[in-house]
Structures are given as structure tokens and as C-alpha cells.
């Protein structure tokens, strides 16, 4: 289970009971669905409520951090039916954020989206749950049933005359299906491939219908913001940067797990709080957002705040908030073949740069790791990802070429060596102890 | 209107267009694999990368919708780089086998690879190989080519109407695939031959005989279907390899049905006649021609001598050209015979003399997509004509209301509005219904002979959806004028469509089925039509083009007549057995490929075309056999130089639309109530079986559409005859009896019993339309 250190809790305040505080009772108990009744019982205009959300500058917590009330008042007004669909379907490397709202808190979700459907006028919502996490979508069945039972879904909640059902859906554990056109793709029963956009999801998005799609801490973010206030929730963080955030820490720290602090929390602090490096070894390198995001050396990251804009200042991104900690005893060529290998494994084969050009850098880089790395490698690298990026429908291409990149540029020494000597610059010995294997203090 | 700049061009185009479609109407090319000018957009390949101004990436020109002031660059060094790139990314894992690709010297990927690929590539990893899939006997395979452009996959959800192709596995292991255990069975899977840019999808039957560089090719038109599917027909050494279509947005599209692709194997089979010959003392002799022509024209003389020219009968096909037609009426007229027809599997000729005019589509084929509310009355649709319905297809998903009153429910892969299935004797009386109920709903007198008809509620929809159209078309299929009350059927379509100010179609059964009417090669007053020449058997048969057992309404009737005849002439390409055993003289006659000649479509379009091959053997184009034949008999006006001279003749000119054409009737005489009882037979004509050229493409013949012929029936009739699919049943009708296994077909109305004409199976079975007695074997 997640241990839990936070700052101001707000999304993982209901954790506290673990896995026996999930329920709508608990949920009731700690002031759950009264911002549903609050909004529903005052009529609130769906202006207001767009405006509310606006104030907080919530950002997309699913990775690309795009403003959720902006996203909201793209819903054209007019359209008869319209879809607010949730994408839960984590497949982030390093993110785990997302599985434990689902297990702890599924209520905060129910009500964010129902608060959503009301705002933007859809009367019906999805909940896309990554299939690795079963238990997580059953458990989600279960809440919606709860809450069905309660009267918070289904025809005219709590007698407001709205009327708003959501349906749990679970994949079956593609990556893609996390890039929300792909995730549409997948509910409507396709192959997961990503859409060629425009026209964006507001405009034909579900079923050709104007949807709505954010993050599973998105919409659990919802009724907080309006329990406390725009404004309120902002200053939680730091200007353009809203609220609090779960960070899923991994990798070499004594405590991995999920941490909520508020936006601009320094970085030295999350380490902190992830109870600092596993035998006091010394950190290598961060990668601070996914595995997709480019890796930060230690010195860097050791000076960044965490929020979507001091992370991009230093040439990364926050992404989904995973942030994954390697120490001294990482091969960074190692790591960069196990990234290379997920995104080789995951690209969805529907554009040609990312279908051929993952690949390519996995078996390169695979090469590289295995001793039969050539010279000129990695000017072919960093000319292959260049070729990749931007040049596809989705991020998937950018996404696999961003690891590469960053790597190859933070411990370029370190990738020469490796094809100059046929070996690892880190001792196979000590990255052996560096892995779980070992417990820690072993060293 | 919009305007944007390509490459500082400047120029208007309409709102919604894309880059690529705006840089085609400059001129200016845009490479690119996915993008399909009648295919949606995929976005895929990424080959079409352009450079769009204030865009931090490059942009596919396929996807991006243009705007006003948009300046789009294709040759910038960031347009380049990027094409430059995406074509490296396509040939890592290319075989690059064109050396042995049936696909080398007409592939996109290796034409565009020349431009913007590099001589080495970078790629030192193995390849990816991919299995071969079985698609069945007409596509082949070469998986580990495709470049997963997703043409094909789109085409057969799209144009065909049924996504039996798709893409499964992720990545680098996507894999373009059928169904497990499936293949592609569709009416129009050869398209996706010319839609793969790469060597993927080949054409089976011609793979790895030839190479294209080594094809001749020469315009033609099909001699199958009566859209008159433009073709390109290759050839190498005089002999046909190859037919592909020839682009004719007004006709085809892009697109040719399997059996027009296909069916060239027929030309080259083994039993093409290339020799005269003669039955002397029941012996078959080959003969020189000379020999054959005298015998031939003094055996028709001798019998109009004798017996009169009546006591001749001339069967031509619907499937020979205008001006073999035109000779061959002309000659048997000049014998003194007024028995001549093609219209071969009709069985209700009491229209003739009601007709106003030569009935036809009635509008342009084009015009069909305009149609916004359609009734087919009649029709096996998708294997009668594919590509009528590929358009209704279209038409439908854009919101066209199409419905359909036929006997059977054969997935026609179109959304449909509303359908009556019903027994086939039972057709005019729901087809008076449903023109009862337009009659009502438009407040017109509801004529006399509909005035007992009770409408049935879906006879309502339809009627209430074609009233509520604005351009509506009623359609009469094959099945509907081989009907035994097609001019009833006729008299309604007509009633229908003028009440409703739309128009009335007849969808031609074959090749020249406007054409026969054009050449006249229908009975004068005094003679008999196809059906009464048969069942009121003639001394001598002049058979052009037809094999009389298979392309009649009765074949087993046909075969007796012949038989029966002292004197059978044939001419024909082909030869088979029965014809040896009915004939007394064979003239081998060129195929379409080998003659020039004129079909005429079922819009009246006359479309001429030249040989592409030199006839095989001693086989010689039928209208320039018929005009030896007319100067030995000594007739006047046989005297042309080429087919042109005969087709000026027979269309008095050369106009591209012929003249006459008209769908009104009058005076037919109206009885709605349904007569028949107990089973009847649907019959359908198989897509693959429908004429002599078709039966003989090998490779047709052994495509799923080419099952041999069951007893197919409902559930309902199963249970009441007790017995189980796949278990014999034995079929009478007036006297004889074949057996076949029975079938389950679930879109049969109760009391009727499906059993397919054109195959040697059934002839025995007679008529297209009777009364069945179905019994356990």
C-alpha cells in the first residue's frame, strides 16, 4: 500500500483508513457529494461553475497540463448529446497516482464528473480504468453502484431534474489507450489508435459526439475546488499552477509512494518525503514525469520546484507527476534500453515513424547496451528521433524519442563508454545491489 | 472560397478542402501511400508532410483542412527533410524485393523511393517479416511488403460495404489481416490489388506473368454487367493478362467489379473454339471456314425455302455487341424471320407493343448518387450490379432512404430504410401496395386495380419515405424483369415514380441490354419472342454468343427446342458439350477482346471499343462472320468495311447517348391478386454464372460467390419438410426432379425455396419462376 506524507491534504485526505474508507458512507462522512447537492440544489449556471474552474487554474493531471476550465467551455452549448468520459487508463511507466484514487477515494471521482456532466451539459460519462488494475475497476463498479443506489446517478439527481449516468470501462493494458482519441477509439469498441486531430474531442469526440475527456485526479480534484474556492484552490500552489498535486515517487527512495503537495513544492522536499535516497547512495538522475518526459541529472533537478513550469524551465516536463528517482548504481544505458523497449512495445503501428522508427532505436540501443554499439550510434540516435518527433498523429513518437534524447544528452560519457569498452560504465556488481533485489543498507 | 498559396502559387478553392486535394488542382504533387481520393482520411503513412506557415510541424497535406491566407510550402528544405525522413522509416522494414514483386515497375513506394529515398539505408537491424494471409483464389499476399497504409482495410468498410480486412497487432507487429479463417469474399476485392501502393496485394491469377513493362494495353468495356465498366485490358503476344480499371467517374469511378476483372481467364481457357466445324453423319469435323459459311448459309436457306423464315429462331446474348446484333437481326430478317430476341431470361413479354420507348436506367448512373429516396424493386443488388450499389451505399450513409421489395433478403451491406420480402408471386400485389399508399398519402386517385389491396404497415414506410424525397428513384432489377408479371411490375414502377415527379430505372441485365432494343433485335409483330420461339420449337436456331440451356428463363425447354431443331447454327467463342450435342454447325467468334464493337449501358451510353488482341486461332470477330454469311445468302446492305460502318447503321450516327430511351408503358394489363400457391422458386443468377466468359475465369469459378447451387430455404421451411440443413432434398418441378442439399438461407420468405439458374446443376429444374415440390431424398 501507498505510504502517505502529505502537505495540506485534499485529494488523499480520505485515504487515511487505507483500503476501508473507500465507501459512499465514508465518503458522505468526510463532506462527500455535498458540492453535487450544493450545485445542484442552487442551480448554479454552468457559466459559473466553468468560471469557478477556470479560477483554480486546475491543469489536466493527466500529463499535458491543459487548463480544465478552458477545456470545459470548449463544449459547444447547442449539441443534444454530449460525453464526459474520464481516462483512468494509467499506463505511464512510473505513475500509480491514478490506481490508488480509484481504490481509496472512487467517490471523489463519481462526484467530479458528475459536476462536470453538469457543466458542460452531458448527461451521460465514462470511466476508462487501465485494464492491469482489475481491482480497481471493480472496485469503481462498486461505487458506482452506490452511488446509484443513493441517487447521485441516474434520472434527476436528488430531484434537481438532471439527469446524468456514468458506465465503468476497462482496457486491456495498451498504452495508447491512454492518449485520449485512442481511449474514444477503444470505448467505441475499435482498435485503441489515436485520431487525427482536429477535430478535437470537444467538437466530435465519443461516438462523434462533443466529449470532454480529463484525468482521473482531475475530476477528484472537482468538488475540492469548489468546497474551498477558485481562488482558494490556486493559492494552494503557485500562480498558473493550481492546487495540489499526487506525485507517484519511485525507484531508489526508502518510502516510494504516493505524496500530495501543493504545486511548486522544491523537489528536495518530495525526496524528503519519500524518506530520501535507499542507502543514503547518491542520486544519478530523475526522471520527473513519466517516462516519457526527459530525464533531469541531479544537479538540475535538485534545484526545481515541482509544477508544470519550473520542470519545462529545466527542459522537462511534469507530465502525470511520476517521478522516478535512479542513484549512482543506474546504468543509464540499461535504463534507457528498458524505456526504449516500452515505447517499441507500445506504439500503436498507425503512423510510419513511430511504427518503424521505435523500433529502430530499441534494437540501437539494445545493441549499444550489449556491447556491439558503433561509433556513429549516437548521431544516428539523436537523427532518428528527430525524424520521429512531431512528425505523427499522436505524442506516442515524441514520447519514445524524448528518453533517448535527454539521455543520450545528460550522460553522453556515458553511452561512449559504454561502445568504446563493450561494458557498462557502472560495475554490474553494484548496479546488482543498486536493484530491489537488495534490501537497502546492504551496501 | 478560400484562397491559399502552394509553393506561391495562389489559388481559390472550396471551404473544406484539403492541402492535397488544393496542390492537385495546381498541379502540383504531393508524394503520399494512405491518402485516397475516395477513401477517408487515415493520416497514416505520413508521407504527404508539408510545410504549413506559422506551424511548428510539418503537416499531412491529406488531413489539413485549408484556410483562408494559408501558405503551405511541399518543396521547403523542412517539407523534404520530413518526406525524406518518413520514406527511410518505410524502407527499413521494406523487403525491397522488387526484383521478384509482381508489383516492380508500377509501385508507388518504389517510384516515390526514387525521389526521396537514400541509396544506402542507415538500417542495419534484421527485418520484420510478416505471414502471408489467405484472402482467397483472386488476392494474393506478400505481407511482409505492406507498408499498413490501410487502404484495403478501408476500402472493404467503406466502398464494399463489410470490414473484412483489418489491422491487428501493435506497432511494428501490426499486421494487416482478414478474419480468422476467412477471406476476402466481397464482389469488388480486386480493388484493393490497385489500392495497395506497395506489392502487398497482388492479383493471383496473373502473378508472375508478366511484368508491366511487358503489357500492351488498350481501352476497353465491359462485356459483363450492363454499367459498362470502362477497363483497361493488357496483353502480351496477342494474349489477354491482365484487365484493370480505366477511371470513368460517370460510370465506374476507380472501380471494377471481381467479374470484370477477372473473367479475361475465360478468354485464354482451354475450350475456346478456334476452328470451324461441322456435324457430318453425327461426326464434328473442323473445317475451313469457306466450308462452315456455305453450310451454315445453306442450311438457313434451305429451311426458310421449306418451312419459311418463321420456321427460324435466332437467340442472340445480351452480352454481344451492338453491331453483331444489329447483323445478326438484319440477317435473319432478310431469311424472312421476325423471331429474334435477346432478352433471353425474360418470361413475361406482354409489354411488348405497351412499351413507349427502349427502357433503361432512366436517368445517368451518376445521376443514381443524387437520388436522396430509392426503392429497388427486385434485385440481387450487390452481385447483379456491384457498383449501383457501391453508389446507393454511399448515397445511404450520407442520408439517402433506399428500401428494397424483393424475394430475398441478401445482405446488401446498405443501410435501408424499410423492406417487403415476399414470394415472387406475391411481388406486384406488395408493389401495388406500397404505389397505393403513395397514391394516398399524395391525395392522386388511387387507380381501380389497387383499389382491394390492404397496405401492410412496412409497405406504408416505404411509401412515406419515398413521398418525403425530393429526388426519388424506383429501380427494376434483374429479378423483377425476368418476373412472370414484369410489366405489371413495370406499369406499378412507372405509376410510382410519376406520381411522385421522380424516376423510374430499369438496371440492365447485362452488357447491351439497352443495345439489343437499339439493334433491334427483338421480334417484329408477327414474331416469337425468346420464350414462345422455345416452347414452340423452330426448324433452325441462329445462336449468337449464348449457350441457350444456361442464359434462357428455361433452360431444360431451350435444350429440347435446340435438340429438336434440324439445323443449329452457333456462333460463338466458346464451345461445350451440349452445343456438340445440339449443333449441327460451329463458328468460333471473337470475345470482346478480340473484335471491336459498341456496348450500350443501361444509361444508353454507346461505348465503342477497339479489339485488344488478335482473335486466337481461326476465330474471327462474330460481325464481320455475320456479313460473310449475309453476302452468301445473297443479301443486300452487307456490304461494310468496319464495325464502325455497322454502328453508324444501327444508331443512325454516332451520338454518345442513344436515341429512344423511354420508361413510360401503357395499357398493361393490371390483376394484383396473388395467384400462386404452395413453394415457388427464387432464382438467382450468380454473380460468377451469369454469362459464357464468366463461367470459364478459373479463378471466379472458385471464389466463395461461385458455391455450387443448394436448395437454400428458411428455417420454418426446413422444419416443415424435416429436414436438416446439408441433407438432400429432391426438387421437382413439372415433371422432373433434381436433388441438392439443402441450405439454410434466413432471408427467404416462408414458401419459397432459393435455387440458383446458369448452373449445369439446376438446367434440368426448368423455368426461373415456378412451383416447386421439395421432398426428403
Not at chain 1, 414 to 423: P, R, V
Not at chain 2, 165 to 177: D, F, K, N, P, T
Not at chain 2, 369 to 393: E, M
Request: overall charge neutral.
Amino acid at each position: 500500500m501507498a505510504l502517505i506524507d502529505t502537505i495540506n491534504p485534499l485529494l488523499t485526505t480520505g485515504w487515511a483508513k487505507g483500503d476501508a474508507g473507500w465507501s459512499l458512507k465514508d465518503y458522505e462522512a468526510r463532506g462527500g457529494y455535498k458540492q453535487l447537492r450544493r450545485v445542484l440544489e442552487s442551480r448554479m449556471s454552468q457559466d459559473d461553475l466553468i468560471a469557478e474552474v477556470k479560477k483554480s487554474v486546475l491543469r489536466g493531471r493527466g500529463g499535458a497540463g491543459f487548463p480544465t476550465g478552458l477545456k470545459w467551455s470548449f463544449m459547444p452549448k447547442a449539441a443534444p448529446v454530449k460525453y464526459v468520459v474520464c481516462n483512468t487508463d494509467e499506463g505511464e511507466p512510473g505513475t500509480f497516482k491514478d490506481r490508488d484514487l480509484m481504490r481509496f477515494d472512487p467517490h471523489s471521482v463519481i462526484e467530479g464528473m458528475i459536476i462536470a456532466g453538469y457543466a458542460v451539459g452531458a448527461k451521460a460519462g465514462y470511466n476508462y480504468i487501465h485494464g492491469e488494475i482489475f481491482e480497481a475497476y471493480q472496485r469503481f463498479e462498486e461505487a458506482l453502484d452506490q452511488a446509484r443506489a443513493a441517487g447521485y446517478l441516474g434520472d434527476n439527481i436528488l430531484g434537481s431534474g438532471f439527469s446524468f449516468d456514468l458506465f465503468a470501462h476497462h482496457g486491456w493494458g495498451a498504452y495508447i489507450c491512454g492518449e485520449e482519441t485512442g481511449l474514444l477509439e477503444s470505448i467505441e469498441g475499435k482498435k485503441g489508435q489515436p485520431r487525427y486531430k482536429p477535430p478535437f474531442p470537444a467538437n466530435f469526440g465519443l461516438y462523434g459526439k462533443p466529449t470532454t475527456i480529463n484525468n482521473t485526479e482531475t475530476f477528484a480534484a472537482i468538488p475540492f475546488i469548489l468546497g474551498m474556492g477558485g481562488e482558494a484552490y490556486l493559492n494552494l500552489g503557485k500562480p498558473n499552477n493550481g492546487g495540489t498535486k499526487l506525485f507517484s515517487v519511485s525507484g531508489h527512495v526508502n518510502r516510494p509512494g504516493n505524496f500530495e503537495v501543493p504545486m511548486g513544492t522544491p523537489f528536495a522536499k518530495l525526496l524528503e518525503m519519500a524518506g530520501g535516497m535507499r542507502g543514503g547512495r547518491k542520486l544519478k538522475a530523475v526522471i520527473p514525469g513519466g517516462s516519457s518526459a526527459p530525464v533531469l541529472p541531479a544537479n538540475v533537478i535538485m534545484d526545481c520546484t515541482m509544477d508544470y513550469d519550473s520542470i519545462a524551465k529545466a527542459g522537462s516536463m511534469l507530465g502525470s507527476g511520476a517521478v522516478i528517482v535512479m542513484d549512482e548504481t543506474v546504468c543509464m544505458v540499461k535504463a534507457l534500453e528498458r524505456l526504449s523497449y516500452f515505447y517499441y512495445e507500445e506504439s500503436c503501428g498507425q503512423c510510419t515513424p513511430c511504427r518503424e522508427g521505435s523500433g529502430w532505436l530499441y534494437r540501437v540501443v539494445h545493441r549499444i547496451e550489449h556491447g556491439e554499439g558503433r561509433p556513429e550510434d549516437l548521431d544516428l540516435l539523436n537523427r532518428v528521433t528527430d525524424n520521429m518527433m512531431g512528425k505523427t498523429i499522436c505524442a506516442l513518437a515524441d514520447a519514445a524519442a524524448f528518453p533517448v534524447r535527454s539521455f543520450i544528452k545528460h550522460f553522453q560519457s556515458e553511452f561512449e563508454y559504454h561502445i568504446e569498452n563493450k561494458k557498462c560504465l557502472v560495475d554490474p556488481e553494484v548496479q546488482r545491489m543498486g536493484s530491489g533485489f537488495f534490501k537497502a543498507g546492504n551496501v | 472560397m478560400v484562397e491559399i498559396e502552394i509553393d506561391g502559387k495562389t489559388l481559390q478553392v472550396e471551404d473544406g478542402s484539403t492541402v492535397i486535394e488544393a496542390a492537385h488542382k495546381l498541379g502540383t504533387y504531393i508524394p503520399h501511400f494512405c491518402y485516397h481520393k475516395k477513401l477517408s482520411i487515415a493520416a497514416n503513412c505520413r508521407m504527404c508532410l508539408v510545410q504549413v506557415e506559422k506551424a511548428p510541424k510539418p503537416m499531412p497535406a491529406c488531413a489539413t483542412i485549408v484556410t483562408n491566407g494559408m501558405k503551405v510550402f511541399t518543396h521547403s528544405d523542412l517539407a523534404i527533410k520530413a518526406q525524406k525522413a518518413v520514406m527511410e522509416f518505410l524502407l527499413i522494414n521494406h523487403p525491397l524485393d522488387c526484383p521478384i514483386c509482381d508489383q516492380g515497375g508500377e509501385c508507388q513506394l518504389q517510384d516515390l523511393a526514387v525521389g526521396y529515398g537514400d541509396s544506402a539505408s542507415k538500417y542495419e537491424e534484421e527485418k520484420r517479416v510478416v505471414p502471408d494471409k489467405d484472402l482467397g483464389p483472386l488476392v494474393s499476399t506478400d505481407m511482409t511488403r505492406c507498408i499498413n497504409c490501410t487502404r484495403c482495410i478501408r476500402f472493404t468498410a467503406e466502398i464494399a460495404g463489410f470490414m473484412e480486412l483489418g489491422q491487428s497487432y501493435r506497432g511494428e507487429r501490426a499486421e494487416v489481416m482478414p478474419f480468422i479463417g476467412k477471406t476476402v469474399d466481397t464482389e469488388l476485392s480486386g480493388n484493393i490489388i490497385d489500392l495497395c501502393p506497395v506489392g502487398a496485394l497482388t492479383s493471383k491469377p496473373f502473378r508472375f506473368a508478366a511484368r508491366t513493362w511487358e503489357l500492351s494495353r488498350r481501352k476497353s468495356v465491359s462485356p459483363h454487367d450492363a454499367l459498362g465498366s470502362n477497363l483497361i485490358v493488357q496483353t502480351k503476344h496477342d494474349r489477354v493478362m491482365r484487365v484493370l480499371p480505366l477511371e470513368n467517374e460517370d460510370i465506374n469511378e476507380c472501380w471494377i467489379s471481381d467479374k470484370d476483372r477477372f473473367s479475361y481467364q475465360g478468354l485464354n481457357g482451354a475450350d475456346r473454339l478456334t476452328k470451324p466445324m461441322v456435324k457430318q453423319g453425327g461426326e464434328w469435323k473442323e473445317v475451313d471456314w469457306n466450308v462452315a459459311l456455305d453450310y451454315a448459309a445453306h442450311a438457313l436457306r434451305d429451311v426458310a425455302k421449306n418451312h419459311g423464315g418463321s420456321a427460324i429462331g435466332g437467340l442472340l446474348s445480351p452480352h454481344a455487341t451492338l453491331e453483331e446484333m444489329f447483323l445478326a437481326q438484319k440477317l435473319l430478317r432478310g431469311l424472312g424471320s421476325e423471331n429474334i430476341d435477346f432478352r433471353l431470361r425474360h418470361t413475361d413479354f406482354s409489354g411488348d407493343g405497351k412499351r413507349v420507348g427502349i427502357p433503361s436506367l432512366g436517368m445517368k448512373i451518376a445521376d443514381i448518387s443524387r437520388l436522396d429516396r430509392v426503392l429497388v424493386v427486385g434485385s440481387f443488388l450487390r452481385k447483379d450490379h456491384p457498383l449501383i450499389a457501391q453508389r446507393l451505399r454511399q448515397s445511404a450513409k450520407k442520408g439517402a432512404e433506399v428500401s428494397v421489395l424483393h424475394s430475398a433478403d441478401d445482405d446488401l451491406l446498405i443501410k435501408l430504410k424499410a423492406c417487403v420480402f415476399a414470394a415472387p408471386s406475391q411481388l406486384p400485389a406488395q408493389f401495388g401496395q406500397v404505389a397505393k399508399a403513395v397514391c394516398t398519402i399524395k391525395s392522386v386517385a388511387v387507380p381501380h386495380f389497387l383499389g382491394e389491396l390492404v397496405v401492410s404497415p412496412e409497405a406504408q414506410t416505404i411509401a412515406e419515405s419515398l413521398v418525403s424525397g425530393s429526388n426519388v428513384g424506383v429501380l427494376l432489377g434483374n429479378f423483377a424483369q425476368q418476373h412472370p408479371q414484369a410489366a405489371m411490375l413495370h406499369a406499378l414502377g412507372r405509376l410510382v415514380s410519376k406520381t411522385l415527379g421522380g424516376r423510374l430505372g430499369f438496371l440492365g441485365e447485362a452488357a447491351n441490354s439497352v443495345g439489343g432494343y437499339v439493334a433491334g433485335a427483338i421480334p417484329g409483330t408477327t414474331g416469337l419472342n425468346a420464350a414462345a420461339m422455345l416452347a414452340d420449337s423452330r426448324q433452325a436456331y441462329v445462336v449468337l454468343g449464348a449457350e441457350p440451356e444456361l442464359d434462357c428463363a428455361n433452360g431444360a425447354q431451350a435444350l429440347a427446342a435446340l435438340a429438336k431443331a434440324a439445323v443449329t447454327v452457333v456462333l460463338t467463342p466458346f464451345k461445350s458439350q451440349a452445343m456438340l450435342d445440339y449443333a449441327a454447325v460451329l463458328l468460333p467468334t471473337t470475345p470482346f477482346s478480340e473484335t471491336s464493337g459498341t456496348f450500350v449501358n443501361t444509361e444508353g451510353r454507346a461505348q465503342s471499343f477497339y479489339a485488344a488482341a488478335k482473335p486466337l486461332g481461326d476465330a474471327r470477330p462474330a460481325w464481320k462472320v455475320l456479313r460473310v454469311l449475309g453476302n452468301l445468302l445473297d443479301q443486300s446492305g452487307f456490304d461494310y468495311n468496319s464495325s464502325e460502318d455497322v454502328r453508324t447503321e444501327a444508331l443512325g450516327g454516332n451520338p454518345e447517348f442513344v436515341a429512344g430511351l423511354d420508361n413510360a408503358v401503357d395499357g398493361v394489363v393490371m390483376k394484383l391478386a396473388p395467384t400462386a400457391s404452395g413453394i415457388e422458386r427464387v432464382s438467382d443468377v450468380p454473380i460468377h454464372f451469369a454469362d459464357p466468359l464468366v463461367r470459364r475465369s478459373l479463378a471466379l469459378q472458385m471464389a466463395a460467390d461461385s458455391a455450387a447451387p443448394a436448395a437454400r430455404m428458411s428455417a420454418a421451411m426446413l422444419a416443415k419438410l424435416g429436414v436438416a440443413a446439408g441433407a438432400d432434398v429432391r426438387v421437382g418441378a413439372g415433371g422432373t426432379a433434381i436433388v441438392l442439399p439443402a441450405q439454410l438461407d434466413a432471408g427467404l420468405p416462408d414458401g419459397t425455396v432459393r435455387i440458383a439458374a446458369a448452373h449445369a446443376s439446376t438446367v434440368a429444374l426448368g423455368p426461373l419462376f415456378a412451383n416447386l415440390t421439395v421432398e426428403k431424398a
